[in-house]
């Protein structure tokens, strides 16, 4: 499954780590995952949201506020089936650890550029496989998933249908322009309307839509700690002005979640 990202050659498991037959070696940490992003890939010295972020959102995420999410998140993945799998963007893994548990059987990998969300993500699963990768080029082999997950991250669309078996889909999570409408309501004078179909136009020649739905609730933020953390976590945290940021922290206030789900499948030949 793993390929070597600096030759693309197969990698096999060698003493605390991987290495590929031209032997470029990649260690395994002390936590179990694998570090397959060699520094010539590195844009900068540390990749990737950074350790508050992660901490936020991990908190955030371990409060519930987004469980029905992630729970239809992993029913759609299990109704996939599929053998090999990978969250790409996985970020501190709570959504990976609810598709690795609607998938026992499935062989799961997971892949963020940031060291600081995987160190903590491979605690949710040990036995799933975790890497620091790349998603511009990740060390996988060709075809070799039934099941690409993303999640709220960016996505390469080309290395996503390079790895997709035919048949296999891409799992994509992202929000509606309706997400947070409240919170962006206090944050800005002006709400950007948000066009949430424009990831569609992106999807290449050999793959295609095969299904959408979305989900919606009314979600009250009732502690302080809640809303700093949604906010530190989502990109309206440090776009608007401190003092707006102040004003949403002060006080409760219900904020609407709604998500999509697409299923964009690998064609079949
Ligand atoms: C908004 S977070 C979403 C994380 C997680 N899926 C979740 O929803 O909790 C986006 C993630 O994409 C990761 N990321 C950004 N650029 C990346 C790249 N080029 N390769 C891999 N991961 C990347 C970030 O480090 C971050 O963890
Ligand atoms: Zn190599």
Redesign the pocket.
């Known amino acids: 499954m793993l390929s070597c990202p600096i030759c693309q050659a197969p990698l096999t498991a060698v003493d605390n780590g991987v290495a590929c037959p031209a032997n470029h070696r990649f260690d395994r940490a002390r936590q179990g995952y694998l570090n397959l992003l060699p520094v010539q890939h590195k844009n900068s010295r540390d990749?990737?949201?950074n350790a508050a972020m992660?901490e936020a959102?991990r908190r955030f995420?371990d409060g519930g506020h987004y469980a029905p999410l992630a729970a239809r998140l992993a029913e759609l993945a299990a109704g996939y089936k599929p053998q090999h799998w990978l969250?790409?963007?996985?970020?501190?893994?709570?959504?990976?650890a609810q598709i690795a548990e609607a998938l026992p059987d499935a062989d799961g990998y997971a892949?963020?550029?940031?060291r600081e969300?995987v160190k903590r993500a491979c605690k949710r699963a040990p036995h799933l496989n975790w890497l620091i990768?790349?998603?511009?080029r990740v060390p996988l082999a060709d075809a070799s998933c039934g099941l690409l997950a993303?999640?709220?991250?960016?996505l390469?669309w080309q290395e996503a249908k390079r790895l997709l078996a035919p048949g296999g889909g891409l799992l994509r999570?992202g929000p509606t322009r309706d997400h947070l409408m409240e919170l962006r309501q206090k944050l800005y004078d002006e709400v950007r309307d948000y066009d949430d179909q424009k990831h569609l136009e992106l999807i290449p020649a050999g793959m295609h839509l095969a299904h959408s739905e979305t989900l919606s609730f009314p979600l009250l933020l009732d502690t302080p700690e809640a809303r700093a953390d949604l906010l530190a976590?989502t990109p309206h945290g440090w776009r608007a002005s401190a003092e707006r940021r102040a004003a949403v922290i002060a006080e409760s206030f219900e904020v609407t979640v709604a998500i999509r789900y697409d299923w964009i499948e690998r064609d079949a030949s």
Request: hydrophobic letters at 40%; proline letters at 6%.
């Open positions: 990749p990737g949201d992660v959102r995420l969250d790409i963007g996985c970020g501190e893994g709570y959504y990976t892949l963020d550029i940031s969300a990768a790349s998603m511009a993303s999640v709220f991250s960016p390469d999570m976590m």
